[in-house]
Nanobody, 129 residues
Framework: QVQWVESGGGSVQAGGSLRLSCATVGRTVARYATGWFRQAPGKEREPVAAISRNGLRTQYAESVKGRFTISRDHAKNTVYLQMDTLKPEDTAVYYC??????????????????????WGQGTQVTVSS
C-alpha cells in the first residue's frame, strides 16, 4: 500500500513560519507530481501549491503567493511546503497529494484535485492572532 505522510504542522502566532514535509513509504517521490491542499472547518478543500516531477514548474493559490514555497528534495524523498508570514486564515488541515502523471511530461503540474491518486492523512496548522 502506497503511503504519503505529512509532518511539521503545529501552532504558531501570526507572522510566524512552519515547514511541512510530505514523505512517501514504498515509493520514489521523484516519480510524482505533488500538491498541497488544505481544508478549514466548515469549508471545502482548496489547493495551495503544486510542483512538477522535475521541480521546474510550480503553481500557487493567490492567497499564498509570496508567502509559501513548495519544493522537493529527491535525495530525501520528500516534498516540502515552507509557509512564512502565516495568517489566522491559513489555519486548516493540510494534505499532500501525489499524481504519477504517467502520460504527462516531467514538468506537468496537475490542474485539478481529481488528478491526484494518493493522499496523506493531513497535518493540522493553527495560526493565532
Amino acid at each position: 500500500q502506497v503511503q504519503w505522510v505529512e509532518s511539521g504542522g503545529g501552532s504558531v502566532q501570526a507572522g510566524g513560519s512552519l515547514r511541512l514535509s510530505c514523505a512517501t513509504v514504498g515509493r520514489t517521490v521523484a516519480r510524482y507530481a505533488t500538491g498541497w491542499f488544505r481544508q478549514a472547518p466548515g469549508k471545502e478543500r482548496e489547493p495551495v501549491a503544486a510542483i512538477s516531477r522535475n521541480g521546474l514548474r510550480t503553481q500557487y493559490a493567490e492567497s499564498v503567493k509570496g508567502r509559501f514555497t513548495i519544493s522537493r528534495d529527491h535525495a530525501k524523498n520528500t516534498v516540502y511546503l515552507q509557509m512564512d508570514t502565516l495568517k489566522p486564515e491559513d489555519t486548516a488541515v493540510y494534505y499532500c497529494a501525489a499524481d504519477p502523471a504517467s502520460h504527462q511530461s516531467n514538468d506537468y503540474v496537475p490542474s485539478s484535485s481529481d488528478e491526484y491518486d494518493y493522499w496523506g492523512q493531513g497535518t493540522q496548522v493553527t495560526v493565532s492572532s
